[in-house]
């Protein structure tokens, strides 16, 4: 099939705008279209604008959204608004027909008659319905329509959520279906789950049990909603938001409409019983506490600070935090499926909560499979990216053991499910490695998970693919004489054993003659910056040698990813603060996920770069800056952006900030960055890579020093900052200006990277620095002292 190059939104509601604003991110230009406001008058009528309000307050709210929806505002650009009565003939212009109005059959069906008249012949139509049966939504559409015809459901917030759930019709057309997956996972970067035409699909029918499982488990045990949600989130593997904060953000009528949607539908289903919301929600509703959209829901948050419901009152009252031996223990462990296993596994309330909610849970996914999905791979997906789980259901139970579960299961009298009887029988796990799957429908044959094909992941089962390692860092090899260093310590941390690393895997790739790349497998970090603990302690015993050491040692580090033999690629993602930040922008190029919190935050503890990141941002902001051209305002917005400790919120506002080059490119799935780092390294391999001279950049000197510390000294006096942030702030302005140099004076790298060292090392020694660190590492947010 043609590419799809130009999208058609119906409806600007908050699924349709949080869609337009996605797709715009991509780079496709998308036209948006809603209802004529029924209430205009006669004069409002003749004005296109107010025609077209609600397509164009739907594009508004997108950009007004927070967090943002759009990646960088600029892409709001994309987003063209139009209105039904006026604008369906141009639904010829499109590619892809997505519909995303309200969830009324007869509404859509409606809709979809027009958009019959009007869509090429070979453009493909699909419905964001949540749970209304394909089968009703093509009624009365034509042979050709309904072979261009599927389910594309999104969950919401759109960018955020990886979830995109396909629903195929018995007469889709296999090569829309492949068009499809195709554009979802490589162009918007979603990952492709294939669902049954089955109420509410997937992720929503076994995450909604859960939910309701679990909030009639605690009206039956009379737990509060704070312990609950305290179980419920990370001890089970579950996102912090857990069952009743994450309620709050969707919508308590969102929730019981989807609930309700599956109590009236699932009428073979034997819990069907559990979607039946208790009779203190139903309350909730009609007193209007729906959640954040009204203000207050199962939590409100007020100026004294969180309170949270009582649901046998129905009234507020201050936090409570529940404390649970299991709970405790549960915080110290990283891995997941341990995690779970030890929460189980306790007596006291809060263990016997977590097994029975999650054993019954299980139970339910494994009688389901065959129903809602075809192998244990679409569910386990659907409910890690549609509802942040860390594990699906079936790993879950692999991470538990079957047999063992089963046995347990049984004991507390639970109706078991055919296919867990049969897995506990046999004592085979669902997952036998880290890339195969059992096929329960198939007579459990095992076969590939499948993956993008430009999905990479680190080769942890090749033995010879492992070329180094220590405690942080390890040095892989990726195949075709490419290398990546993977850092693995707490949050990807940078400390001695990661710079050692660095510079190993320099000497290695060199010698083999490929590249680089910088990367790894983590959720959450690429690398959240220099060890702080060991630095406050270094700093506090006085150990100024060592510091200076370590640091001078990261930025020779860096300085030599900086000139290379050999192409080296990072590809940050997620927080890449600091030192982190440092390190990817040491690279010869950066392949950037699209969710990228990158920046230079050292100012927040009381510090400045020290790893070349001055170094970097002033050549940066001085590479294309005429002779003639006073070198203080391109180096004064670099200062805001370090000194203000600015962190992008999205790779293209990482280019906004001066992080990402114009070479610099950015993928939109996870699963595929590292693929496309590796591609990188060998194209600019294969393009014949040289290795880059050192640079000079011409700073702004004393007068430029000048200039600062006379701002800053106005903004303390105004109380704007403290005395503290202007010491910082002068000292990052010695170093972004070259130091006690003449206007306009050449400087080297090696004399920038002494200055940030020489200023790094001086506000270590500083009482307040040190307090702000303290503060940071207890805290987690800066201290402004």
Not at 410 to 433: H, K, N, V, W
Not at 472 to 500: F, P, Q, R, Y
Request: one cysteine or more; charged letters at 25%; a negative charge.
């Amino acid at each position: 099939m043609a590419r799809i190059r130009r999208v058609a939104v119906l409806g600007a509601g908050v699924m349709g705008s949080g869609i337009a604003a996605h797709v715009a991110g991509a780079g496709i230009p998308v036209l948006l279209l809603d209802i004529v406001p029924p209430n205009l008058t006669p004069e409002e009528r003749k004005d296109r604008a107010a025609r077209n309000r609600l397509a164009q307050g739907g594009r508004d709210k997108a950009l007004a959204a927070k967090p943002a929806l759009f990646f960088t505002p600029r892409d709001g650009g994309l987003v063209e608004v139009g209105n039904f009565e006026e604008d369906l003939p141009r639904l010829a212009e499109c590619d892809w027909i997505i519909e995303a109005i309200k969830e009324e059959l007869h509404v859509k069906r409606e809709l979809f008659s027009k958009v019959e008249q009007y869509r090429r012949a070979d453009a493909i139509v699909s419905s964001n319905t949540s749970g209304l049966p394909l089968a009703d939504l093509v009624l009365g559409r034509g042979p050709e329509f309904r072979a261009h015809f599927l389910v594309t459901h999104f969950f919401n917030p759109v960018r955020y959520m990886h979830l995109l759930e396909l629903v195929v019709g018995p007469e889709t057309a296999p090569r829309v279906v492949k068009a499809m997956h195709h554009f979802g996972e490589e162009i918007l970067g979603k990952g492709v789950v294939y669902a049954k035409d089955t109420p509410n699909f997937v992720a929503n029918r076994i995450g909604t049990f859960a939910v309701m499982d679990a909030i009639q488990q605690m009206v039956e045990q009379g737990l509060s909603i704070e312990e609950v949600d305290a179980i419920h989130g990370r001890p089970l593997g579950h996102p912090k938001s857990a069952v009743f904060r994450t309620a709050d953000i969707v919508g308590l009528d969102t929730l019981l409409h989807v609930a309700h949607n599956c109590e009236r539908l699932l009428v073979h289903d034997e819990d069907r019983g559990v979607f039946r919301p208790p009779e203190f929600m139903e309350e909730m509703v009609k007193k209007g506490l729906l959640g954040d959209k009204s203000g207050g829901g199962f939590y409100r948050k007020t100026q004294e600070g969180l309170l949270a419901l009582d649901w046998r009152t129905l009234e507020y009252r201050p936090q409570e935090k529940p404390r649970f031996e299991s709970l405790g223990e549960a915080r110290t462990i990283d891995d997941a499926g341990e995690r779970i296993r030890a929460v189980v596994g306790y007596s006291d309330r809060a263990g016997q909560f977590a097994w029975k909610t999650l054993s019954r849970t299980l139970n339910y996914a494994a009688a389901r499979l065959g129903e809602i999905a075809d192998d244990v791979v679409n569910i386990d997906r659907a409910l890690r990216w549609g509802f942040n789980w860390e594990l699906g259901p079936f790993e879950t139970l692999d991470a538990l053991g079957s047999k063992e579960t089963v046995a347990r299961m049984q004991a507390d009298g639970l109706r078991i499910a055919p296919l867990l009887r049969e897995m506990a029988t046999t004592g085979a796990r669902f997952y036998p490695s880290r890339k195969t799957f059992r096929d329960v429908r198939a007579q459990g044959q095992e076969k590939p998970v499948p993956v993008s094909p430009r999905a990479l992941s680190l080769p942890r089962e090749d033995a010879k693919a492992r070329v180094k390692e220590n405690d942080s860092a390890t040095l892989w090899d990726l195949g075709e004489d490419v290398l990546c260093v993977e850092l693995h310590s707490k949050m990807n941390s940078v400390d001695n054993d990661v710079i050692s690393m660095l510079h190993q895997s320099l000497d290695e790739a060199e010698k083999r003659g490929a590249g680089l790349v910088i990367g790894n497998e983590s959720t959450e970090a690429f690398s959240a910056g220099a060890n702080l603990l060991l630095i406050l302690l270094a700093a506090r015993e006085g150990q100024f040698k060592d510091l200076e050491e370590i640091s001078r040692q990261f930025q020779q580090a860096n300085l030599r990813l900086s000139h290379a033999e050999v192409p080296v690629v990072a590809a940050p993602f997620g927080l890449t603060l600091g030192g982190g930040a440092e390190m990817a922008l040491a690279a010869s190029q950066i392949r950037a996920h699209a969710e990228l919190y990158m920046g230079l935050v050292e100012a927040g503890v009381g510090v400045v770069p020290a790893a070349g990141g001055c170094k970097e941002m002033v050549l940066r902001a001085m590479a294309n800056v005429p002779d003639n051209v006073d070198p203080f305002l391109p180096i004064q917005r670099a200062f805001e952006t370090v000194a203000m400790a600015k962190i992008s919120t999205s790779a293209e506002m990482a280019r906004d900030l001066g992080f990402l080059k114009e070479c610099d490119r950015v993928t939109m799935s996870r699963e595929q960055l590292l693929h496309d780092a590796k591609q990188t390294v060998l194209g600019l391999a294969r393009a014949g890579w040289k290795r880059p001279a050192p640079k000079m950049a011409r700073v702004p000197g004393e007068a430029g020093i000048a200039n600062f510390k006379v701002a800053l000294w106005s903004m303390a006096q105004s109380h704007q900052i403290s005395e503290h942030d202007q010491k910082i702030a002068s000292k990052l302005a010695h170093v972004m200006c070259g130091g006690a140099v003449a206007p306009g004076t050449r400087v080297s790298e090696q004399h920038l990277l002494d200055l940030e060292r020489e200023a790094f090392l001086s506000l270590c020694g500083e009482p307040k620095s040190q307090e702000r660190m303290q503060y940071m590492l207890e805290h987690n947010k800066p201290l402004r002292n």
